[in-house]
């Protein structure tokens, strides 16, 4: 595809999420089996090389959730919530299933009921939508009382009654010991045992569901705090009194660590976690992590719920220089079920790697979906940029940069300035441009003024500056 391209419309890309991640073979291998396996990783390596998309391709290969977890009340001690842990359709969530009644058309339910549930019109008896106010066959009003009196424009309060008042449709009517509900544009019928049956069911099974079955198996948390790593009991200001306030188990919120259950827990830069780093250790070696009322002034001290399950696979990101703020116990657990990947920042500056970047930039443009698409003298630049950058950067005589955030923006700003300038494609002057514009502060004070020290020296606010100095600001 790299040596008969015109534009990059023509470059497919793979469905496969591992496959779209470049120049980092070795480390996406590495990720297939650790995914395989429930392996975690900690990926090391500057900003912008992959870590968060390894991170997210790894999930994909990841078994859909089999597991939902709920915390019960606890009669008996209402601050120790119990928790119940479900798999597929349990067999309470069948029992309620069964117990829901059967959908019917609107025709074959009672006419009080078809009127009440706003399916039936009162003028004509013509059958309709419920969420059609206004009858389609006589245009009158489905809601509106037919007692209403020419005169009712005279009579205050019965204006508010019949005009201003709650409309008449309701949601749940009784006609002759049977319920009929409104579900959508069908009605659900419950007889008198159903749904005492239902109510039992429901008293029985006082339960907040923290973790639902259907559920992302990728969580992030970066910079996290606490309470959104650990989970927290919010406070209730009537200290969970029985009438007044909120029963504890209502008051449960789950950790990043709790959601992740089943998943992926992916956390960049995890040396900014500092001592929190020993509760994800806890949390990686029990596969289980309470969840407990973390203010001291909370009525939601007291409450504690132990054993919630947090089974994830930890996928942890770090710069090279922060490897050592990371605590020895949680690095050796990682190896220790586990694998170390030092990323790569540059690739060899070959024809199948060019062919990578081209997939790269196809990507990015249909990603943003704002700009448009590249021609072949563009693509051709773009290569360029990234042969220059591994060279000024990583000081690699003869590669390509694999540090794709960076190349992510070059690619927008081109796609930006050829929108302002009306062009179709993204051409080389474009790419040219955005080059330039598109250096970091401390490359452009290097052009402007020849070095850096020589620009601290020129600035307003610093010391020793000479009027000289800002002859070239323009």
Do not use: W
Not at 125 to 153: E, H, M, V, Y
Not at 203 to 217: Q, V
Not at 404 to 416: H, K, P, V
């Amino acid at each position: 595809v790299f040596e008969t391209f015109a534009t990059t419309t023509e470059v497919p890309i793979p469905c496969n999420p591992l496959e779209q991640i470049i120049g980092q073979e070795d480390a996406v291998k590495i990720a297939l089996v650790a995914a395989r396996q429930h392996r975690h990783l900690l990926l090391i390596g500057p900003p912008g090389t992959g870590k968060s998309m390894l991170a997210q391709a790894a999930a994909a290969y990841l078994p859909k959730p089999q597991q939902e977890v709920s915390v019960l009340h606890n009669p008996e001690t209402p601050e120790r919530p119990v928790v119940e842990i479900r798999t597929g359709e349990g067999d309470a969530r069948q029992n309620f299933k069964q117990l829901q009644g059967k959908l019917v058309r609107p025709d074959a339910v009672p006419l009080e009921a078809a009127e009440k549930l706003g399916f039936r019109c009162r003028k004509c008896g013509r059958l309709s939508q419920a969420s059609q106010r206004a009858c389609p066959a006589c245009n009158a009003d489905k809601f509106t009382k037919l007692d209403a009196s020419p005169f009712i424009d005279l009579d205050a309060s019965r204006f508010i009654a019949n005009y201003l008042g709650e409309p008449e449709r309701k949601d749940r009517v009784k006609v002759n010991d049977i319920t009929y509900e409104r579900h959508g544009e069908q009605v659900r019928v419950l007889d008198q045992t159903t749904l005492q049956k239902l109510e039992a069911l429901k008293r029985k099974n006082l339960r907040k569901t923290i973790i639902p079955l259907e559920r992302k198996n990728f969580v992030a948390t970066t910079g996290a705090s606490e309470t959104e790593l650990l989970g927290d009991v919010r406070h209730d200001p009537y200290g969970g009194h029985a009438t007044l306030g909120t029963q504890p188990y209502l008051r449960v919120v789950p950790g990043a660590v709790h959601e992740a259950h089943e998943g992926v827990l992916f956390i960049d830069e995890v040396s900014t976690l500092a001592s929190l780093q020993r509760h994800l250790l806890t949390a990686i070696q029990e596969k289980t992590f309470p969840i407990a009322g973390r203010n001291p002034h909370s009525a939601g001290a007291s409450v504690k719920v132990d054993g919630v399950p947090c089974d994830f696979m930890l996928v942890a990101a770090s710069n090279i220089n922060d490897l050592q703020y990371i605590m020895p116990p949680l690095r050796s657990r990682i190896v220790g079920n586990g694998y170390e990947l030092l990323l790569d920042t540059s690739m060899p500056d070959t024809l199948s790697n060019r062919a990578q970047l081209l997939q790269f930039t196809a990507q990015e443009i249909r990603k943003d979906n704002r700009i448009p698409h590249a021609d072949r003298n563009a693509v051709e630049a773009i290569i360029e940029e990234a042969r220059r950058r591994a060279k000024a950067i990583d000081g690699a005589e003869g590669s390509l940069t694999l540090r794709l955030r960076e190349m992510s923006g070059l690619i927008r700003l081109a796609g930006d300035i050829a929108l302002v300038d009306g062009k179709e494609l993204i051409d080389e002057a474009s790419v040219r441009l955005a080059s330039k514009r598109g250096r970091n502060a401390e490359e452009q004070l290097k052009e402007r003024y020849g070095s850096l020290y020589k620009a601290s020296q020129g600035d307003v606010g610093g010391a020793g500056g000479k009027p000289g100095d800002f002859k070239e600001i323009s």
